[in-house]
Structures are given as structure tokens and as C-alpha cells.
């Protein structure tokens, strides 16, 4: 747990789940201006906040499961693509019926193997508002709502770009005469 009132480790979980956190307040900060938050991350787990009056209420830090999306990048002849970039393109909040706004952290992207698998983790479930972007040389390939149903089961995906194209033809222009063609 980290709390906003300054960096820095404040408690560790045990086996339950459960810690015990001991904060004083500075006078200025016990107004209903600024509400002090805890932070707490967890293998597995979306990073999560509350704020720490909440917190007292409740006695409750509820984190939100985070999936997995792996699989392989093959081009149109279903040979592995290395080095392709995988982004996971997310929206900046999700609406939890339990917990309201979360914000969901950026996700830094992955290359693919030299076998073409990826994998990246730490994907929010269930995410209807997502885009996987898979670019490789000048190939840009979109995926839409493709984030892991359940935090146990990773999303697999097979990810095949097309063939590459070469536009042939002449270049005009405003002013100028037809170019001939290179071939």
C-alpha cells in the first residue's frame, strides 16, 4: 500500500489479504477539500485506490482483477512475425458497479518473439471499449474488444497480417508533366 501523503511503502498483506495501516493526518488535510487516498497493487491485479476516510468506514480495499492476452503475429502466409509492436490501446476509466471509476493504468507495449507470440499482462476483463494495435514495418492492424474475459484464462489471439502490397503507377503533378513509370 502507498498512500498519497508521501511515497513510500505503508503496509504489506498477508496470506488473507488483510493489513493494518496506522496514519496520522496532517490538520489540513481533514477537510472534505482533500480526502487522503491509499494506493494498493497486487500481482494480478488492476492498481487500485481509496480514499482513507472510506477506508475507516468500510474496512474494505477491493482491487480488480487483470487478464492476460498472448497468442502468436503471422503473416499472410502463416509464418511468425518477430519484433511486431503490440499496444493495448485502453480507456481511460471503467465503471465498476461496486467500486465506480476506475482509472485503468497505460499498459506499455510488447514485441513479438522471434516465433511470433506475445505476451501482455495486466489487461482489465471484460473490456468492451479496447483496441489491440499490432504494427510491424509499415503494416498497421487493429483489434477491437479483444480484452480476457476471466483473470484465470488468458485471452489467446492469433493476430495474421496480410500480405504486403506495392502501388505501381505515375505521379502527377499540379504543374508538372506525367513522370514515367519505374518498374
Do not use: K
Not at 514485441?111 to 501482455?120: E, I, K, M, V
Not at 474475459?149 to 489467446?156: A, D, I, L, Q
Amino acid at each position: 500500500c502507498e498512500s498519497a501523503l508521501g511515497a513510500g511503502r505503508l503496509a504489506e498483506s498477508d496470506a488473507e489479504g488483510a493489513f493494518a495501516v496506522a496514519v496520522r493526518l496532517p490538520e489540513e488535510t481533514r477537510s472534505e477539500r482533500h480526502l487522503p487516498m491509499l494506493g494498493a497493487e497486487a500481482p494480478g491485479y488492476l492498481t487500485g485506490s481509496i480514499a482513507l476516510a472510506w477506508l475507516a468506514r468500510t474496512g474494505v480495499l477491493e482491487l480488480v482483477p487483470s487478464g492476460t492476452l498472448e497468442g502468436r503475429v503471422l503473416d499472410g502466409e502463416g509464418r511468425p512475425v518477430p519484433a511486431a509492436r503490440l499496444a493495448w490501446q485502453r480507456p481511460q476509466y471503467l465503471q465498476d458497479a461496486r467500486l465506480g471509476n476506475l482509472r485503468v493504468p497505460e499498459l506499455a507495449p510488447v514485441l513479438s518473439a522471434a516465433d511470433g507470440s506475445f505476451r501482455l499482462a495486466g489487461v482489465p476483463c471484460g473490456v468492451d471499449e479496447s483496441v489491440l494495435e499490432v504494427v510491424h514495418g509499415s503494416t498497421h492492424f487493429s483489434l477491437e474488444n479483444v480484452a480476457p474475459e476471466r483473470p484465470t484464462e488468458p485471452r489467446v489471439l492469433e493476430v495474421r497480417l496480410g500480405r504486403g502490397r506495392t502501388l505501381v503507377g505515375q505521379l502527377q503533378w499540379e504543374d508538372a508533366n506525367l513522370l514515367p513509370r519505374a518498374d
